[in-house]
């Protein structure tokens, strides 16, 4: 008998207070819409007097259309579609914008010790949490084993300045959790070019804060506790100029047997992971930098990843489930660096 959860990986686990509780007259331009499979907001505050709603929705409009024909696995036309359509190993010339994502994505790959793996697509499938709706239920270890060996950037895929080459012809590239917040960074970036500079854009939880908010302070930011049956607040945090995301595994899972099975899956074993972290949250840089990091330190857990995030002087917040499953209630941990960007 099995029971599942399954939403989108960031459907809620930031909230933007400045959004919801913004005051009547105050000079906050707000768009919203729906992108990327998920819904994105975008509040400026102070904005030039030259600049009209319709300029800033049709630089978001701009910015997100690039994003999805060169990023976006669920559109068959899309840059990163066509290739992993091709069955050639031989290199492919790709866009400046995709050979950013993937570079950032190889990057943090190592720096993870794999636990961040753009190939994961077939695993993922395997276990009912990628794109095809069928039944989420374990598969057999025979099963995995094929799964996995068409998996993995040190076995299917090259990435090197302005290309990409697969090194098996059947190899995939999944960009879900990277590709929002890259999707933050280049709506960032055409609001700039407008001369905005105090904005917050958040797509799908994963989010960047440019200067200040309509107080003059920095953008206020809520982290959900990672309760799959209540919605509330654990954390407030300021940011200003960096990125911001959260990974949490309770609002995609499902349980066989009286198991709980997590999406976030391990590409050292194709499995679940079975820690207790229930959520993490990191600063970074930008949003994709955030983006791909909270979903390699969820893998990672509490454990290791505090001592991975102190060695690179990375901002983490992790989250831990109490060990008593009669005890309805969290901890958290943060890395210095999280500590140091969030004290006000």
């Known amino acids: 008998m099995s029971q599942s959860v399954k939403l989108s990986r960031r459907s809620f686990m930031l909230v933007p207070l400045a959004l919801a509780a913004c005051k009547p007259g105050e000079s906050l331009l707000k768009v919203s819409g729906r992108t990327m499979g998920t819904t994105y907001n975008v509040a400026i505050a102070d904005a030039p007097r030259f600049v009209s709603q319709s300029d800033v929705s049709a630089a978001i409009e701009g910015a997100l259309a690039t994003v999805n024909q060169q990023m976006s696995n669920w559109d068959a036309d899309s840059e990163i579609s066509r290739f992993n359509a091709q069955q050639s190993t031989a290199p492919q010339q790709i866009s400046p914008e995709l050979a950013e994502v993937m570079t950032a994505a190889e990057e943090v790959h190592l720096a993870s010790g794999g636990r961040f793996d753009t190939t994961l697509g077939p695993v993922i499938e395997l276990w009912g949490f990628g794109a095809d709706d069928h039944q989420l239920t374990t598969p057999s270890d025979q099963e995995l084993l094929a799964a996995q060996a068409k998996s993995g950037h040190a076995n299917t895929l090259r990435v090197a300045p302005g290309e990409l080459q697969k090194t098996q012809a059947d190899a995939n590239v999944y960009l879900a959790a990277i590709g929002k917040g890259y999707g933050a960074d280049l709506v960032g970036r055409a609001l700039e070019q407008l001369g905005v500079q105090n904005y917050m854009i958040e797509i799908g939880g994963d989010l960047y804060a440019s200067g200040h908010n309509a107080d003059g302070a920095?953008?206020?930011?809520?982290?959900?506790?990672?309760?799959?049956?209540?919605?509330?607040?654990?954390?407030?945090?300021?940011?200003?100029?960096?990125?911001?995301?959260?990974?949490?595994?309770?609002?995609?899972?499902?349980?066989?047997?009286?198991?709980?099975?997590?999406?976030?899956?391990?590409?050292?074993?194709?499995?679940?992971?079975?820690?207790?972290?229930?959520?993490?949250?990191?600063?970074?840089?930008?949003?994709?930098?955030?983006?791909?990091?909270?979903?390699?330190?969820?893998?990672?857990?509490?454990?290791?990843?505090?001592?991975?995030?102190?060695?690179?002087?990375?901002?983490?917040?992790?989250?831990?489930?109490?060990?008593?499953?009669?005890?309805?209630?969290?901890?958290?941990?943060?890395?210095?660096?999280?500590?140091?960007?969030?004290?006000?």
Do not use: C, K
């Open 218 to 344: 920095a953008w206020q930011i809520g982290i959900e506790t990672p309760d799959a049956h209540a919605r509330g607040v654990l954390e407030i945090v300021p940011v200003s100029n960096v990125g911001l995301a959260s990974s949490g595994d309770y609002r995609n899972f499902f349980e066989q047997d009286g198991q709980r099975y997590s999406h976030l899956i391990d590409p050292r074993t194709g499995r679940p992971v079975t820690h207790n972290t229930a959520a993490t949250t990191v600063i970074a840089e930008n949003a994709m930098l955030a983006d791909a990091w909270a979903t390699a330190f969820h893998i990672i857990g509490q454990e290791e990843g505090l001592q991975l995030a102190e060695e690179l002087g990375l901002a983490v917040l992790f989250t831990e489930r109490h060990a008593n499953a009669n005890t309805h209630g969290f901890t958290t941990t943060a890395s210095s660096r999280f500590t140091a960007l969030t004290q006000v």
